[in-house]
Structure formats: structure tokens, C-alpha cells
């Protein structure tokens, strides 16, 4: 019994593999903030990609309509709607990404005195043409301008971002799906 009691002692003692311990105790205090440095990395980047593809949908409809004969683009510019699809979806992100629903959108619109987009009129769809303002200015904004309205097109692009590691980051709580909207003047 005298025996046992030495090694037992010794084993106490003992402070092989001590410093293995320390390391998996500091490691897993380190890789708590790595994990979400990751995540919150790609979501800022796939939301980049997503800023990219709905400029790129904005882009291909004004490639494809004539602006002086084919305006209003949603009402007739044929395959408008392929177009913008195609063009989204030849991003990065590929058929990930889609066009929302109510997209495209044309409006005519005013910058008003802040420097924001004023729509004038109503915003039309594709096969319904935006209603133009009486008069074609953006009189309505502005008393006594004289100023004509802009055609804008805009493209709303979703992506269904999920986190990489979604139990363990903060990305989780971020705003899924990623939601952008471009806007480009047709005029």
C-alpha cells in the first residue's frame, strides 16, 4: 500500500502537459472573437456582391432600351424583365441572388433641395408604363421650375444569407435576407 502512495503523490506533482492545458484555455478564449471576425467578413463581402448585382440588373436595362425611342423601358423595352435577371444572376453569386418581385420599377422623379429622388407621377412596372406629371416638370417640387423630371429605373436584388458559424457568431443576428436596391437615370 506504501507503494501506491509515492505515484499518487508524484502524479500531482506532475506538471508534464501543463502547458497544453494553458493553450486549449487560451485558445478557446481566442477563437470565440476569430469566429466572428469570419462571419461578420463574409456577410460584408456577400453584401458587396449583392450591392454589385443589383448595379449590375441597373446597368443591362440600360444597355438594352433605346433611351430615346423605347422610354418608358418597363412599358416598351422587350425582355426587359430576362435581362435584368440574366444580368443578376451572372454575378458572383449566381441564381443565389433574384430579382424581388415588384422589380423593375420606373419612375419619373425631381431632386428635391436635399439631394434625394422626389417621385412625380406614379412608379410603373413591367407592362405598366410610370404616369407621367401635367405638367412635364418638376414644378410640383419646386414653384416655377421648369425642370424635366428624370426616368429612373430601379432593381431591388435579394440574397438568403446564412452564417458560416451561426451558433457561435453575432452574424446571426444580422439583417437576412441581404436586400439591395439600385437605381439608375434611363434619360
Known amino acids: 500500500m506504501n507503494a501506491r502512495r509515492p505515484k499518487r503523490a508524484g ?4 506538471d508534464a502537459g501543463a502547458a497544453a492545458v494553458e493553450f486549449v484555455l487560451w485558445l478557446s478564449l481566442l477563437v470565440l472573437p476569430l469566429i466572428n471576425a469570419v462571419d461578420l467578413g463574409v456577410y460584408v463581402f456577400k453584401k458587396m456582391q449583392v450591392e454589385m448585382a ?7 436595362a440600360w444597355r438594352l432600351c433605346d433611351q430615346s ?3 418608358p423601358a418597363v412599358a416598351n423595352c422587350t425582355g426587359l424583365a430576362t435581362t435584368i ?7 458572383t453569386l449566381g441564381a443565389t441572388v433574384t430579382v424581388a418581385a415588384a422589380s423593375p420599377a420606373e419612375g419619373y422623379y425631381c431632386v428635391n433641395s436635399s439631394g434625394a429622388l422626389t417621385l412625380v407621377g406614379a412608379a410603373g412596372r413591367i407592362g405598366l408604363a410610370p404616369t407621367k406629371p401635367n405638367p412635364f416638370t418638376c414644378e410640383a417640387q419646386f414653384s416655377g421650375s421648369k425642370t424635366v423630371p ?9 440574397y438568403p444569407y446564412q ?5 457561435a457568431s453575432i452574424a446571426s443576428l444580422l439583417t437576412t ?8 437615370r434611363l434619360n
Open 11 to 14: 502524479f500531482w506533482r506532475d
Open 54 to 60: 443589383a448595379q449590375a440588373g441597373t446597368h443591362a
Open 69 to 71: 425611342a423605347e422610354l
Open 85 to 91: 435577371q440574366t444580368a443578376v444572376q451572372s454575378t
Open 150 to 158: 428624370g426616368d429612373y429605373v430601379q432593381v431591388t436584388v435579394t
Open 163 to 167: 452564417p458560416i458559424f451561426s451558433q
Open 177 to 184: 435576407p441581404i436586400t439591395k436596391t439600385a437605381w439608375m
